[in-house]
């Protein structure tokens, strides 16, 4: 197939880009999420993820909307061997097309975009084809943000909550900085193996008992965001969604692993800032609290171990189940979803074998994946536009350092959600071949290719920098639920970014030096 569009031709007119103007839905909906619980009269609505949902669903509609009605696109014509792009009245969504294959790879035989020219029988493309107009390129957005990135992100991130909410890990031990230094070191090195969500869904609850003595906790639970709800799963794919999509275009399963250095320089300086702020938090904690912390103490045990199972379940199908690949060690390639349909298969298992008393010991409901559910569906269709404008200018940005990559996929996985912006960067780094760069192919770009260190730095940046803000990744809006389910006062989104600029960005920097450079 071929789409040639206005930007491929110079001397047609530019390819359009979406105003500026048209970026308000996605800064509305995150104004919301900031600005909702901190006002009396919208705190209490704000709380429903029925709220959540209507404002999410209302921003939605305007950007739809917005592409509904706007007016330009392109018509192909073939005229002696030569195709020349026109203006017509409607055009999909630049990087709906090229742009969006890192994701809809996982989705073979997916409908093709509007505007997408067929080859005929006999190979040639046809005399003239207008790119559909209207409500076909409304359809083509929901395509591409519903179904090829919505469905498989929450598919992935319900799984691991479910499945790690049948998993109890019991007991009440005494709340010292090592104890909880412990639990999040390993709580990171878990993340990796069972997926961020995972992860955070198995420790959370135990590490908020362990500490519901104590008085200063918020710091805990920012440290346990930082290194268990992100950082931490930057070793395999399965890890965080990032690293699954760029799985999905063609990136090997175990690539991730050669990231190790960056994860043990991360974590490793976190754990140690973590040491010394709980340590100055635990000499400061009243008298009262530390002696009902020491006398309020039962064993570790962990319940629930048949869930281990369906986690490995879900892995499997993850590493395995690519459309667009082969099952190993045959020819047979996985029907469109089935991986997302396996998936759930590993859900209803593990609801049919656990117990239901120990999801009621674990505190478990759906209000936490509720709430990522209601506020991502506005997110993925309002970022679409914001996401259409970097597809279109971004190898015009003047990027080609790692450092560079690094910084722009970071700042924007910070308020943009990481997995799409690891998308847009990832397609906007396969356009480039920089001199003595060694280069990975094939993968789903335009050149085929991707310069292995932008990769790297597009992977950190994304992962790392999705702590920043509570909508940077998935299960950091999950954990702050969980947090303030059981009583502890989470700051707010603003609040909570002073955490990051103090610590996280300064570890950035370092780490920049030290790898990116």
Same mark, same amino acid.
């Given at each position: 197939?071929?789409?040639?569009?206005?930007?491929?031709?110079?001397?047609?007119?530019?390819?359009?880009?979406?105003?500026?103007?048209?970026?308000?839905?996605?800064?509305?909906?995150?104004?919301?999420?900031?600005?909702?619980?901190?006002?009396?009269?919208?705190?209490?609505?704000?709380?429903?993820?029925?709220?959540?949902?209507?404002?999410a669903l209302?921003?939605? &509609?305007?950007?739809?909307?917005?592409? /509904?009605? +706007?007016? $330009?696109?392109? =018509?192909? @014509? *073939?005229?002696?061997? !030569?195709?020349?792009?026109?203006?017509?009245?409607?055009?999909?969504?630049?990087?709906?097309?090229?742009?969006?294959?890192?994701?809809?790879?996982?989705?073979?035989?997916?409908?093709?975009?509007?505007?997408?020219?067929?080859?005929?029988?006999?190979?040639?493309?046809? &005399?003239?084809?207008?790119?559909?107009? /209207?409500? +076909?390129? $409304?359809?083509? =957005?929901? @395509? *591409?943000?519903?179904? !090829?990135e919505?469905?498989?992100?929450?598919?992935?991130?319900?799984?691991?909550?479910?499945?790690?909410?049948?998993?109890?890990?019991?007991?009440?031990?005494?709340?010292?900085?090592?104890?909880?230094?412990?639990?999040?070191g390993?709580?990171?090195?878990?993340?990796?193996?069972i997926?961020?969500?995972?992860?955070?869904?198995?420790?959370?609850?135990f590490?908020?008992?362990?500490?519901?003595?104590?008085?200063r906790?918020?710091?805990?639970?920012?440290?346990?965001?930082?290194?268990?709800?992100?950082?931490?799963g930057t070793?395999?794919?399965?890890?965080?969604?990032?690293l699954?999509?760029?799985?999905?275009?063609?990136?090997?399963?175990?690539?991730?692993?050669?990231?190790?250095?960056?994860?043990?320089?991360?974590?490793?300086?976190?754990?140690?800032?973590?040491?010394?702020?709980?340590?100055?938090?635990?000499?400061?904690?009243?008298?009262?609290?530390?002696?009902?912390?020491?006398?309020?103490?039962?064993?570790?045990?962990?319940?629930?171990?048949?869930?281990?199972?369906?986690?490995?379940?879900?892995?499997?199908a993850?590493?395995?189940?690519?459309?667009?690949?082969?099952?190993?060690?045959?020819q047979?390639?996985?029907?469109?979803?089935?991986?997302?349909?396996?998936?759930?298969?590993?859900?209803g298992?593990?609801?049919?074998?656990t117990?239901?008393?120990?999801r009621?010991?674990?505190?478990?409901?759906?209000?936490?994946?509720?709430?990522?559910?209601?506020l991502?569906i506005?997110?993925?269709?309002?970022?679409?536009?914001p996401?259409?404008?970097?597809?279109?200018?971004?190898?015009?940005?003047?990027?080609?350092?790692?450092?560079?990559?690094?910084?722009?996929?970071?700042?924007?996985?910070?308020?943009?959600?990481?997995?799409?912006?690891y998308?847009?960067?990832?397609?906007?780094?396969?356009?480039?071949?920089?001199?003595?760069?060694?280069?990975?192919?094939?993968?789903?770009?335009?050149?085929?290719?991707?310069?292995?260190?932008?990769l790297?730095?597009?992977?950190?940046?994304?992962?790392?920098?999705?702590?920043n803000?509570?909508?940077?990744?998935?299960?950091?809006?999950?954990?702050?639920?969980?947090?303030?389910?059981?009583?502890?006062?989470?700051?707010?989104?603003?609040?909570?970014?002073?955490?990051?600029?103090?610590?996280?960005?300064?570890?950035?920097?370092?780490?920049?030096?030290?790898?990116?450079?």
């Amino acid at each position: 197939m071929m789409l040639l569009t206005l930007a491929q031709h110079a001397a047609e007119p530019e390819q359009y880009v979406p105003h500026v103007f048209w970026v308000w839905p996605f800064v509305a909906i995150l104004l919301s999420i900031a600005v909702f619980p901190l006002m009396r009269r919208t705190h209490h609505w704000w709380e429903e993820n029925r709220s959540k949902l209507i404002v999410a669903l209302i921003l939605a &509609a305007v950007t739809l909307l917005y592409y /509904g009605f +706007r007016g $330009v696109g392109v =018509v192909q @014509h *073939h005229e002696g061997g !030569a195709a020349h792009a026109a203006e017509t009245h409607e055009q999909p969504p630049a990087g709906h097309e090229a742009g969006a294959h890192a994701v809809e790879a996982g989705h073979a035989g997916a409908p093709a975009a509007p505007g997408e020219t067929a080859m005929s029988a006999a190979g040639e493309a046809p &005399a003239e084809r207008r790119t559909p107009a /209207g409500w +076909r390129t $409304v359809l083509a =957005v929901l @395509h *591409h943000a519903v179904l !090829a990135e919505y469905v498989p992100f929450l598919t992935l991130l319900f799984s691991l909550y479910v499945i790690a909410g049948g998993i109890v890990v019991r007991g009440d031990v005494r709340a010292t900085p090592t104890v909880n230094t412990a639990i999040l070191g390993i709580g990171a090195l878990l993340a990796s193996f069972i997926g961020t969500t995972g992860a955070a869904m198995v420790l959370i609850r135990f590490l908020l008992k362990t500490n519901s003595e104590r008085t200063r906790k918020v710091h805990t639970v920012v440290f346990f965001i930082f290194l268990v709800a992100n950082i931490g799963g930057t070793l395999l794919p399965i890890g965080d969604p990032p690293l699954f999509l760029g799985y999905l275009a063609g990136v090997d399963f175990f690539w991730t692993l050669r990231l190790w250095k960056e994860w043990v320089f991360m974590v490793g300086l976190l754990l140690v800032v973590y040491y010394a702020w709980d340590s100055w938090a635990y000499k400061h904690e009243p008298e009262p609290a530390i002696r009902l912390d020491d006398t309020q103490r039962q064993p570790m045990r962990i319940a629930g171990l048949i869930n281990i199972v369906w986690l490995l379940g879900v892995v499997a199908a993850v590493a395995t189940l690519d459309p667009a690949k082969p099952f190993p060690g045959t020819q047979w390639h996985a029907w469109p979803y089935f991986r997302e349909i396996v998936q759930l298969a590993m859900v209803g298992l593990s609801l049919l074998t656990t117990s239901k008393a120990l999801r009621v010991e674990n505190q478990f409901n759906y209000v936490a994946i509720g709430e990522v559910a209601c506020l991502f569906i506005g997110i993925f269709i309002t970022m679409q536009v914001p996401i259409e404008i970097l597809q279109t200018e971004g190898p015009a940005l003047g990027l080609s350092q790692p450092w560079h990559f690094f910084w722009a996929t970071g700042m924007l996985s910070s308020f943009l959600d990481n997995a799409p912006t690891y998308v847009v960067y990832f397609a906007t780094a396969g356009t480039l071949a920089p001199p003595g760069m060694e280069l990975m192919a094939p993968v789903k770009t335009a050149t085929g290719a991707i310069p292995v260190p932008l990769l790297v730095a597009i992977s950190c940046g994304a992962v790392f920098m999705g702590a920043n803000t509570y909508i940077g990744n998935g299960p950091n809006f999950m954990v702050k639920a969980i947090a303030e389910q059981s009583g502890v006062k989470m700051p707010s989104f603003f609040g909570y970014m002073i955490y990051p600029l103090m610590i996280l960005i300064p570890a950035f920097i370092l780490l920049t030096l030290v790898f990116m450079m």
